[in-house]
């Protein structure tokens, strides 16, 4: 399918672009067949817009997930979920040597980290200093080799969630393994501290934190700006994603007059009657779009949803979610808060949390395209629940029943993946014998 993309002209003069033919004058659309870099640099700037509506089908190109790994944090921590995982080689001291990757993570009795070389197999794990004690839903941003900046959420401060002074941000260098400093309150009106309109009374913190070294800080364009933050807004009983921007990363300006993703907008059949949207991360497609999983649903950990963007205001949710379902089976009673980091070989690797009835382990999978020639296998599943592996098997071939038929005797909790996240679920006893998919 040839995709056409209509984009729309977000200045008050005549633009001249490399990739776009002639010029384009004040608020005048035109049609291109395709997304250009430069074209898609200007989007970012806020010179274009590409109109709701306009944009290709959804979908991710192809990928595999590959859920052979078990579960990888915490080590000695009781829990470990809200994980944000970054990847420098050699960028993260432990301590005792460089390391190439950290994780961050609530650890139910605030922040602590751990360090690898791999991204699965974790050790050193410590508790962050340097910050509010309590605090945990962090996000991060490596601004240079040498700074590395959070946010994160403090619940202990007065009237939470309620309190603009929740949000707090630090810095350190991760290169020499230094504590935290500079720790602060945020300001700004993100929230209404209990107020109207209900959809940002409060916060939870932040979701997802971008970081641009070279702002212009144009007025109502948010990616212009040192910093842009996606955070949980609450109504006190009702979660979504609202956008900021900031400079300083301290004192924080409110986007729109609305939350840029919710789960009583568009809503779909699996966020039910009330639902959630919170612990989001953001990746960029090579077409130049935003896409975005998310943890939803009837309630904020009730799974993982995907949604996508030209201009990551205007979100479209995909309609095969949830791409991840929690449900029956070890550690499936929740399945939130995805982190993603890319490995050296392309790949992503995708972390998210799920729990029992007493622990939070966080997990990691494998995310491959098709187009870097790997191939579309299924590894053995174990999601680090002590269940028996299942052979590698072939899918996305053939019609639904012929890759039905060489899954090969899953285990009780098993998932499923179609590699176009085209949908998902578990695997059940239907009968002694048959198996059944949820």
């Known amino acids: 399918m040839t995709m056409s993309i209509t984009i729309q002209s977000n200045t008050d003069t005549v633009l001249e672009l490399p990739g776009l033919a002639g010029t384009l004058g004040p608020g005048k659309t035109v049609t291109v067949p395709?997304?250009?870099?430069?074209?898609?640099?200007?989007?970012?700037?806020?010179?274009?817009?590409?109109?709701?509506?306009?944009?290709?089908?959804?979908?991710?190109?192809?990928?595999?997930?590959e859920h052979h790994y078990p579960h990888v944090l915490p080590l000695s921590a009781d829990r470990a979920y809200y994980v944000r995982v970054l990847r420098a080689p050699g960028g993260f001291?432990?301590?005792?040597?460089?390391?190439?990757?950290?994780?961050?993570?609530?650890?139910?009795?605030?922040?602590?980290?751990?360090?690898?070389?791999?991204?699965?197999?974790?050790?050193?794990?410590?508790?962050?200093?340097?910050?509010?004690e309590s605090g945990y839903h962090v996000v991060c941003a490596l601004e240079t080799p040498d700074r590395l900046r959070i946010l994160y959420w403090d619940p202990d401060v007065t009237d939470q969630p309620y309190n603009m002074a929740g949000l707090r941000t630090a810095v350190c260098n991760p290169k020499t393994d230094a504590a935290f400093t500079e720790?602060?309150?945020?300001?700004?009106?993100?929230?209404?501290?209990?107020?109207?309109?209900?959809?940002?009374r409060?916060?939870?913190?932040?979701?997802?934190?971008?970081?641009?070294?070279?702002?212009?800080?144009?007025?109502?364009r948010p990616?212009?700006?040192?910093?842009?933050?996606?955070?949980?807004?609450?109504?006190?009983?009702?979660?979504?994603?609202?956008?900021?921007?900031?400079?300083?990363?301290?004192?924080?300006?409110?986007?729109?007059?609305?939350?840029?993703?919710?789960?009583?907008?568009?809503?779909?059949?699996?966020?039910?009657?009330?639902?959630?949207?919170?612990?989001?991360?953001?990746?960029?497609?090579?077409?130049?779009?935003?896409?975005?999983?998310?943890?939803?649903?009837?309630?904020?950990?009730a799974g993982i949803g995907y949604a996508w963007s030209w201009d990551r205001i205007h979100w479209t949710k995909a309609a095969f979610n949830p791409v991840f379902r929690a449900g029956g089976g070890p550690f499936l009673e929740r399945c939130y808060t995805p982190?993603?980091?890319?490995?050296?070989?392309?790949?992503?690797?995708?972390?998210?949390?799920?729990?029992?009835?007493?622990?939070?382990?966080t997990f990691v999978s494998r995310l491959r395209a098709q187009?870097?020639?790997?191939?579309?296998?299924?590894?053995?599943?174990?999601?680090?629940?002590?269940?028996?592996?299942r052979s590698a098997v072939r899918r996305g071939r053939g019609s639904e029943a012929e890759r039905d038929a060489a899954i090969p005797n899953p285990a009780l909790g098993d998932e499923w993946f179609n590699t176009d996240l085209s949908g998902g679920g578990k695997w059940e006893k239907f009968t002694g014998t048959d198996w059944k998919r949820t």
């Open 339 to 361: 982190s993603l980091v890319r490995d050296a070989d392309g790949s992503l690797l995708l972390y998210r949390s799920g729990r029992d009835d007493s622990s939070y382990r």
């Open 93 to 132: 001291h432990d301590g005792t040597r460089p390391r190439d990757f950290v994780a961050y993570y609530g650890d139910g009795d605030g922040m602590s980290c751990a360090f690898s070389d791999d991204g699965l197999a974790w050790d050193n794990e410590k508790k962050v200093s340097g910050i509010a």
């Open 223 to 301: 990616f212009t700006w040192r910093y842009a933050l996606l955070f949980i807004a609450t109504t006190g009983g009702n979660d979504s994603l609202g956008l900021g921007y900031s400079d300083d990363a301290l004192d924080w300006r409110l986007y729109g007059d609305g939350p840029v993703l919710s789960g009583l907008v568009d809503t779909q059949p699996w966020e039910g009657d009330n639902g959630y949207v919170s612990a989001a991360h953001v990746e960029r497609l090579a077409d130049g779009r935003w896409w975005m999983l998310y943890s939803g649903g009837p309630a904020g950990n």
């Open 202 to 220: 409060g916060h939870y913190g932040p979701s997802f934190l971008w970081y641009n070294p070279e702002p212009t800080s144009i007025p109502g």
């Open 183 to 200: 720790d602060a309150a945020c300001t700004g009106n993100l929230v209404t501290g209990g107020g109207d309109p209900a959809w940002n």
């Open 371 to 389: 187009t870097l020639d790997w191939q579309d296998l299924l590894a053995a599943d174990h999601l680090g629940q002590g269940l028996a592996p």
């Open 34 to 65: 395709a997304m250009t870099e430069d074209l898609v640099r200007a989007v970012d700037l806020g010179l274009l817009l590409v109109p709701s509506g306009a944009e290709p089908p959804p979908g991710l190109p192809p990928v595999l997930f």
